[in-house]
């Protein structure tokens, strides 16, 4: 089994923010898919997929972004998924608007969904994909930023993003993530 994560913030308020394309990402791949997000359990709304006899897993987590872990380890921990087997796919404020970056392993810089997560988990060793929305205007604040909308000369390279990260996550159903990794970086 695998298991694949977006993070982002519950509710039609965080909709289409930058700290909600985690979100994005999972809306973007079960849609490509044919899959409904119906199931609710684990602080969480996910739906299953079965790629070549394996069960996949597309989370969203409900807790809001600060506390994703209390939704990602217990899943994790119910169906004894090992970490190598998790995904998980967040906002990066250090890349720019259109970038994905790729790791197997890491901090949360400053993230505090990945803090979550670390804290939860117990581990940095988790495959990840970073998506960038860049860092706001020097005097801006971060927090309106993040929980802000794209401008528009943004969404062309969102929107390349969203594709890519889906493209990335549908390769690593088949293939090593170390080699996903180099295809994608």
């Known amino acids: 089994m695998k298991v694949i994560v977006g993070l982002g913030n519950p509710g039609s308020k965080y909709a289409g923010t930058r700290h909600n394309i985690g979100f994005d990402i999972i809306d973007y791949i079960v849609k490509d898919l044919g899959i409904e997000l119906n199931q609710s359990k684990f602080k969480g709304v996910f739906g299953t997929y ?6 996949i897993f597309f989370l969203k987590p409900l807790t809001y972004m600060n506390l994703s872990g209390e939704s990602v380890a217990p899943l ?10 998790l995904l998980v796919v967040y906002d990066d404020l250090d890349l720019p608007v259109g970038k994905i970056r790729l790791r197997q392993k890491g901090g949360a810089g400053g993230h505090n969904g990945i803090k979550s997560l ?19 205007a020097s005097g801006s604040e971060l ?28 390769a690593w159903l088949d293939k090593p993530f170390l080699e996903v990794m180099n295809t994608f970086n």
């Open 50 to 55: 079965l790629h070549k006899g394996e069960k």
């Open 76 to 85: 994790l921990n119910y169906y004894d998924i090992p970490l190598e087997n």
């Open 118 to 136: 670390l804290s939860h988990l117990g581990t940095n060793e988790f495959n990840r994909i970073r998506v960038g929305i860049d860092r706001p």
């Open 143 to 170: 927090v309106h930023y993040v929980l802000g909308g794209y401008r528009p000369e943004e969404k062309e390279a969102v929107q390349d993003s969203i594709h890519q990260s889906s493209k990335a996550i549908e």
